[in-house]
């Protein structure tokens, strides 16, 4: 097997991430819409995401583990077409129960068959530039909103809420169905893990999911998403309170997407330079502050600002973890360990949209939101500086 096609599988991760993560984060923008259409609340509507971030962190760890039995490709076909069907039935739920069942449950639970899965077949093939590859991977997430979001924007300029989760499960099958055909196993040569990061060999998931370095990595993971899930989720919405339309409130998710993909890219190159773990804890230090911006923005060129810097970091920041992941664990369980730290992510992600649902509908605004927000966001970055790497000495003192 060319050692070459192990930029085809980054290429495929990057693609299906872009179209499945931009249709789930599609909620944002159809989020007045369906509330002026439907009479449901906001907080209600918002509550469906945050099922979905639950869901997700419910399932990410049986998608990974399935991964790690079965290789990606089966598994992230699975999830492909139970994801296309859930954004079908989500579009034709007759009550806001049902949405939310459909879109946070189903969609939510089949989101997470893009991530560990692809993140553990990503970094299974690559001993160099593993930084760099799994943020080519993110970076292709990381498109959703300068090519989903606009996307979905115009369609809602046509079409009712419900029409437009229909065509979006339409794309969501053509796109990702056949490209999770091209998805291989690493070659066993790219299994081998070379120099001083070479996690022992021995080590059990038990051992693993118990150790100081997995719990520092979940809590840093859980603290970091739900700094970054609120102003993701809630930014339109204060956008065009602030008296901004529509079409240019989404634009600022354009302006966090082209920064984020500067970002993955920079991170990823100064993690493979620098090593991931301090590049790790000053990302997650700036992250805090750039949440707080938003507390002070209110036209458009200042949420422009802030967007580039916010988007720059926490969408630079998230692929570390799976190279922290790579360096400390054993290649044998990657999709498990990968998604526990996805759990705990999906977890801190479903915070966001019901924290800020509620702040908006308890105080009439979101300023509390980001205070909150810019506090978790130093949370996530004291627990991540006490993150230690495995020694050898640690591992053998461990029973089995």
Same mark, same amino acid.
């Not at 809420?161 to 969501?172: G, H, P, Y």
């Given at each position: 097997?060319?050692?070459?096609?192990?930029?085809?599988?980054? $290429?495929?991760?990057?693609?299906?991430?872009? =179209?499945?993560?931009?249709?789930?984060?599609?909620?944002?923008?159809?989020?007045?819409?369906?509330?002026?259409? &439907?009479?449901?609340?906001?907080?209600?509507?918002?509550?469906?995401?945050?099922?979905?971030?639950? !869901?997700?962190?419910?399932?990410? @760890?049986?998608?990974?583990?399935?991964?790690?039995?079965?290789?990606?490709?089966?598994? =992230?076909?699975?999830?492909?077409?139970?994801?296309?069907?859930?954004?079908?039935?989500?579009?034709?739920?007759?009550?806001?129960?049902?949405?939310?069942?459909?879109?946070?449950?189903?969609?939510?639970?089949?989101?997470? $068959?893009?991530?560990?899965? @692809?993140?553990?077949?990503?970094?299974?093939?690559?001993?160099? +530039?593993?930084?760099?590859?799994?943020?080519?991977?993110?970076?292709?997430?990381?498109?959703?909103?300068?090519?989903? %979001?606009?996307?979905?924007?115009?369609?809602?300029?046509?079409?009712?809420?419900?029409? =437009?989760? &229909?065509?979006?499960?339409?794309? =969501?099958?053509?796109?990702?169905?056949?490209?999770?055909?091209?998805?291989?196993?690493?070659?066993?040569?790219?299994?081998?893990?070379?120099?001083?990061? !070479?996690?022992?060999?021995?080590?059990?998931?038990?051992? $693993?999911? &118990?150790?100081? +370095?997995?719990?520092?990595?979940?809590?840093?993971?859980?603290?970091?998403? $739900?700094?970054?899930?609120?102003?993701?989720?809630?930014?339109?919405?204060?956008?065009?309170?602030?008296?901004?339309?529509?079409?240019?409130?989404?634009?600022?998710?354009?302006?966090?997407g082209i920064a984020g993909m500067g970002g993955r890219i920079g991170f990823g190159l100064m993690g493979d330079r620098f090593g991931a773990k301090p590049v790790l804890v000053a990302g997650l230090l700036v992250q805090a502050i750039g949440a707080l911006g938003y507390y002070f923005a209110h036209e458009l060129a200042q949420f422009?600002?802030?967007?580039?810097?916010?988007?720059?970091?926490?969408?630079?920041?998230?692929?570390?973890?799976?190279?922290?992941?790579?360096?400390?664990?054993?290649?044998? @369980?990657?999709?498990?360990? @990968?998604?526990?730290?996805?759990?705990?992510?999906?977890?801190?992600?479903?915070?966001?949209?019901?924290?800020?649902?509620?702040?908006?509908?308890?105080?009439?605004?979101?300023?509390?939101?980001?205070?909150?927000?810019?506090?978790?966001?130093?949370?996530?970055?004291?627990?991540?500086?006490?993150?230690?790497?495995?020694?050898? %000495? +640690?591992?053998?003192?461990?029973?089995?």
């Amino acid at each position: 097997m060319d050692s070459s096609y192990r930029w085809v599988i980054v $290429a495929a991760g990057g693609l299906m991430g872009c =179209v499945a993560m931009g249709a789930m984060f599609s909620l944002p923008v159809l989020l007045t819409p369906m509330a002026e259409a &439907t009479q449901w609340s906001r907080t209600g509507i918002s509550a469906a995401m945050t099922i979905g971030f639950l !869901s997700m962190a419910v399932t990410a @760890m049986i998608w990974g583990a399935l991964s790690d039995r079965f290789g990606a490709r089966p598994v =992230v076909l699975t999830g492909a077409v139970l994801f296309s069907i859930s954004l079908w039935l989500a579009g034709h739920a007759p009550s806001l129960l049902a949405f939310q069942l459909s879109f946070g449950l189903l969609v939510g639970g089949t989101m997470g $068959a893009f991530f560990a899965p @692809m993140m553990a077949t990503v970094t299974g093939w690559f001993t160099t +530039q593993r930084s760099l590859a799994v943020s080519l991977v993110s970076a292709g997430m990381g498109m959703a909103p300068v090519t989903m %979001s606009p996307l979905v924007a115009r369609l809602v300029g046509a079409y009712d809420w419900r029409t =437009v989760l &229909t065509i979006l499960s339409a794309i =969501v099958a053509a796109v990702t169905i056949p490209t999770a055909l091209l998805l291989r196993r690493p070659p066993m040569q790219a299994m081998q893990v070379h120099g001083t990061d !070479s996690p022992p060999a021995d080590m059990t998931v038990r051992q $693993a999911v &118990t150790s100081p +370095q997995f719990i520092v990595l979940v809590a840093t993971n859980f603290f970091c998403c $739900a700094t970054h899930s609120g102003p993701i989720f809630h930014t339109v919405s204060y956008a065009e309170i602030c008296g901004i339309s529509a079409l240019a409130a989404v634009s600022i998710y354009s302006v966090e997407g082209i920064a984020g993909m500067g970002g993955r890219i920079g991170f990823g190159l100064m993690g493979d330079r620098f090593g991931a773990k301090p590049v790790l804890v000053a990302g997650l230090l700036v992250q805090a502050i750039g949440a707080l911006g938003y507390y002070f923005a209110h036209e458009l060129a200042q949420f422009y600002a802030v967007a580039a810097l916010f988007g720059f970091i926490y969408a630079g920041i998230m692929p570390l973890y799976s190279v922290l992941v790579r360096e400390n664990f054993p290649i044998k @369980m990657l999709g498990t360990i @990968m998604g526990g730290t996805g759990m705990a992510g999906s977890l801190g992600m479903a915070t966001g949209p019901v924290l800020g649902g509620w702040i908006f509908d308890t105080t009439g605004g979101y300023g509390a939101l980001y205070i909150t927000c810019c506090g978790l966001g130093l949370a996530a970055f004291l627990i991540a500086m006490t993150f230690r790497p495995f020694n050898r %000495s +640690q591992m053998t003192a461990q029973p089995v």
